[in-house]
């Protein structure tokens, strides 16, 4: 079975003939020609995506959507939208909508929609799975794969200070894959049934990264009028894993500093101190002691976090390692893509292994991903040559993951690249079944 799809449209023939044609192609189908009944009829646990009409007597499609999202935030909604009503579709996606059609739509162009929503749901049930399975030590070769002693070494180490109750440092470069690091520490340990929480010193303005960090009370920050609980808090019980330490100004590292030691955080405009246990990972771009010595990190959080310090190798280092790198991250990207693996040759993987990889995992991931969108060489036969709306998607697709590799993976940093909102960027990247941090 292809996944669990519920169509929800007031015209009951459209209704019937999706069905028919969905159920032909391998899908389950549930039909609603009354929105209302829709919503009290379908279990979002059950579904794997919802296809509405945005445009229907009684409930808006726009409406389905939002009492959806309020069941299951990870459920794909699909709109289906007249002409005139592409703009109000387009805005639905912004509040969360999967992807929309035109209608009339092409039947196969439904079920290549449907098949990439489907994935996507899959693909966000595994994560969720992951989240809240503990990482078992056996798992943690598939998680930082290589068969290099620097890896081996790697891999020895985070098992050590999983469960440890020390605060750590990874000190490698970027795209060497200090956030999947920071994960599996907090998936083998103690923590693991709590908060992952992510902040990037880079890339926000001072203030605006202690706000973040430490939350604000109400009134206390220009242009929002709400409290909001920071980071900080909201990593309680488990990890905040905080990448670019060595971008923090020494003022925001200071009030990190006093956290850590009270064991307290105070929100800006705040006067009450609330309890936070949390632990810290802090990822940090060159030699430590240097940045110490250059006045870009304080010494008293360098030697709270030195103790349990993990160097992160980058991938010139392990060179025997970049094939089966290389041909899992080909597999996984073909997998999410729903497009035929390369033929990778010997020769091929040879010529990847003597890189130097400057952007080190990013920039092989992305390179993995160039090599699988790529078009086929030659023309294509007649009646298989992609859409042009398929080849702007691969074209959009690759664009995306060269920017994801350029930063870090930072979806923030990648979007002030491309110049779009974050939130845009983000609906793209799960749409292309691409990967951020």
């Given amino acids: 079975m292809r996944g669990r799809i519920a169509f929800i449209d007031d015209e009951a023939p459209l209704c019937a003939a999706a069905a028919d044609w969905l159920e032909a192609s391998g899908f389950e189908v549930a039909t609603f020609t009354d929105p209302a009944e829709a919503l009290a009829g379908i279990r979002a646990e059950a579904c794997d995506c919802v296809v509405t009409d945005l445009r229907m007597p009684g ?11 309020g069941q299951d935030p990870d459920l794909p909604v699909i709109l289906l939208s007249g002409h005139a009503d592409v703009p109000v579709a387009v805005a639905a996606m912004r509040t969360g909508a999967h992807d929309f059609l035109e209608k009339p739509y092409r039947a196969e162009h439904l079920v290549e929609v449907l098949d990439r929503a489907v994935d996507l ?12 399975s503990p990482l078992s030590a056996g798992r943690l070769e598939t998680r930082l794969p290589g068969n290099s002693p620097a890896l081996h070494h ?5 098992q050590h200070l999983a469960d440890l109750p020390l605060d750590l440092m990874l000190v490698g470069e ?40 430490l939350g604000h009370e109400r009134g206390h920050l220009a242009g929002v009028s709400g409290a909001r ?15 670019d330490l060595q971008a923090v100004p ?5 009030r990190l500093m006093r956290v850590l030691q009270a064991g307290a955080v105070e929100r800006i405009g705040g006067q009450t101190a609330r309890p936070v246990d949390l632990r810290l990972i802090a990822a940090v771009e060159g030699d430590p002691a240097a940045l110490v010595a250059q006045g870009r ?46 033929d990778l040759r ?44 398929d080849r702007m998607a691969r074209v959009e697709a690759q664009i995306i993951a060269e920017a994801l590799a350029v930063a870090d993976g930072s979806s923030a940093r990648a979007a002030d690249a491309l110049g779009i909102p974050r939130r845009t960027l983000n609906e793209k990247i799960a749409r292309h079944g691409l990967r951020a941090d």
Avoid: K
């Fill in 154 to 158: 790697l891999r020895r180490a985070v």
């Fill in 250 to 254: 020494l003022s925001v590292q200071a």
């Fill in 121 to 132: 749901r899959r693909m966000r049930r595994e994560a969720r799975i992951r989240r809240a």
């Fill in 174 to 213: 970027p795209g060497s894959g200090r956030s999947e690091v920071a994960r599996c520490l907090h998936d083998l340990g103690r923590r693991a049934r709590r908060p992952f929480v992510v902040i990037h010193g880079a890339g926000l303005p001072d203030g605006a990264l202690e706000a973040e960090l």
């Fill in 229 to 243: 609980a920071g980071r900080l808090e909201q990593a309680q019980g488990g990890t905040l894993y905080l990448a």
């Fill in 297 to 342: 990190l304080r010494p008293d959080l360098f030697h709270r976090l030195s103790a349990g310090a993990l160097h992160i190798p980058p991938l010139r280092d392990r060179a025997e390692d970049v094939p089966a790198l290389f041909t899992a991250m080909a597999e996984a990207a073909a997998a999410r893509l729903g497009l035929p693996m390369p």
């Fill in 346 to 389: 010997p020769a091929d993987l040879d010529r990847l292994s003597a890189r130097p990889w400057p952007g080190n995992l990013a920039e092989l991931r992305a390179s993995a991903e160039r090599a699988v969108l790529a078009l086929p060489a030659g023309p294509a036969p007649a009646g298989d040559a992609p859409s042009l709306p």
């Fill in 59 to 69: 409930l808006s499609g726009q409406q389905v959507l939002d009492a959806l999202r």
